[in-house]
């Protein structure tokens, strides 16, 4: 099996992401905030969006549990053993 390269820009793959899994409950880490989450943002008002900076979860979020988590533009800046650290405590939410 290949994977085709996408015609798709960033926001647009962000956008179909999020239209997919349709989560209540949704961790961010890294960027404030982007155009294809406001817009999910306003059309599902109840979903619960926590937001954490780049590097080791905050324990309030390390000890909650998410339908999908979203790095965006966080991880090429992180060492690659804290990348490899976050990407790990992600998983096991």
Avoid: W
């Avoid at 306003?42 to 900076?53: L, M, Y």
């Amino acid at each position: 099996m290949s994977a085709g390269i996408s015609d798709r820009t960033p926001q647009q793959a962000l956008a179909a992401l999020l239209d997919r899994y349709a989560p209540q409950q949704l961790l961010l880490i890294g960027a404030s905030d982007f155009p294809a989450l406001a817009a999910f943002k306003e059309a599902h008002p109840t979903t619960q969006v926590a937001q954490a900076a780049p590097g080791p979860l905050p324990a309030e979020l390390a000890a909650r549990r998410f339908d999908l988590a979203l790095a965006v533009d966080c991880l090429e800046h992180l060492p690659k053993r804290d990348g490899l650290n976050l990407l790990g405590g992600i998983r096991d939410l």
